[in-house]
């Protein structure tokens, strides 16, 4: 039984460099540590000096290419039964590779797909960065997915990164119709549909460096919403999840509701997403209530819907942005 570590990165080394170092130390040691390299710099030398203490092969390509292309290159790279992907801001409990493991070998939960919720860690100690973690651990903003409930055990629609049989992530591989993609979700769907497992566990511990700025956060926000509109482009399924359906036909029969009264209540939405986030923040803090967390959710949330709205408009677009590489 053994795995590799496969993974992408942009221009982040110094986050890649952080992870790398949490990686190497597993209390199982991976087998290989696969790297598409798609920034500027070739960085193959450093890494070497990072691993030469470790019985692990490292697996280095310096190319750009978009985030999902790597990723299948990388997949089929991997000589390991299990692939175990990585990304430049995750970072790994020292377990995490033995607990991902001994689920996967599992066969009374027999998933081929494993993985566990990320923690969000601030990159700096500014407010701004504490902010912006605080923001991405509020399971409330993203209307309470499993995959983002840190207690959670149980089957899943989605994960993060994720923990594969090697043989069949190879066979389905990451879907290459458009490059930028919400990846995570479309991958298990990818699973789903085949006929496999995919499992969570709070046993399985990672954590993720948020990013440190709102601009920062808004973007990424914005960016979640273009992956979603794109992968219900490509799926062809409006609705992912019962959640996703819920929540859609919640807000269209708030608005409907609106309109019967006046359109310039419709004005009033932002104050419907504030009291539902400031609602949230009241129930699910469990340590001290963060009060303008609420508000920066609905900022959030907005951005969210203007990156969903923009990636349905750029269907009349000639040209489509072909990169999936977060900044």
Known sequence: MNYSFFGTCANDYEQLFCCLETMLEQSVIPKQIILINSGENDI???????????????????????????????????DAEYSFRFDSRARFSKK??????????????????????????????????????????????????????????????????????SKIIKEIKFNEKKSLLSEDSLIIKDFLEKGYKAYLSSKIKISYVSRSSIIRILRLFNTYGFCRANTILITKKIFISIRHLIVCISFLAFLFFLAQFSLILLLSFPLFLFSINLLGEIINAKRSLKIYLPFYATL?????????LWSLISIFKKKKTQSNFIS
């Open 300 to 308: 959030c949330q907005f951005s969210w819907i203007m990156g969903f």
């Open 44 to 78: 193959k030398e450093d890494i070497q000096k990072k691993i030469s203490y470790k019985n692990v092969k490292l697996v280095y390509v310096f190319k750009k290419l978009s985030r999902v292309k790597a990723l299948n290159i990388a997949v089929e790279l991997s």
């Open 96 to 165: 995490y590779a033995e607990t991902a493991l001994g689920l996967l070998e599992d066969k009374k939960i027999g998933a081929s797909v494993v993985g566990g919720v990320p923690k969000s860690l601030a990159e700096k100690s500014s407010f701004e960065a504490i902010v912006c973690s605080e923001i991405m651990d509020r399971s409330y903003i993203f209307f309470y997915p499993k995959h983002r409930d840190l207690n959670y055990s149980g089957y899943a629609s989605s994960i993060y990164l994720g923990c594969f049989n």
